[in-house]
């Protein structure tokens, strides 16, 4: 069983920026993809960015240039860098592995 705990959002004006990170349990992190995705009111959850196991990264349309995922292995952990954030960018934030783990998600909230 992996769990994913999501932290780092919050309330911030648009312009600003934050950074989410993405804790996973178990040994086999450094093997899995992750991902990112995001969960506005009244709308589908939608990919936001993905890293592979070798760091080799995508991004949607609607956040390159804006965004950066990362991952540091020996901390079993996934980043989400966020600049200039706008207020449609505002959502609750999930990460989920390759094998189909989702953790519970953080809110972001971007005001104008």
């Known amino acids: 069983q992996v769990q994913l705990v999501e932290s780092g959002g919050g309330l911030v004006q648009a312009g600003g920026s934050l950074q989410l990170s993405c804790a996973a349990s178990?040994?086999?992190?450094?093997?899995?993809?992750m991902n990112w995705y995001r969960q506005a009111p009244g709308k589908q959850r939608e990919l936001v960015a993905g890293?592979?196991?070798?760091?080799?990264?995508n991004y949607a349309d609607f956040v390159k240039g804006r965004f950066t995922i990362s991952r540091d292995n020996a901390k079993n952990t996934v980043y989400l860098q966020m600049n200039s954030l706008k207020p449609e960018d505002t959502a609750v934030y999930y990460c989920?592995?390759?094998?189909?783990?989702w953790g519970q998600g953080t809110q972001v909230t971007v005001s104008s």
């Open positions: 890293i592979t196991s070798s760091g080799i990264t």
């Open positions: 178990g040994s086999i992190f450094r093997l899995r993809a």
């Open positions: 989920r592995d390759s094998a189909g783990y």
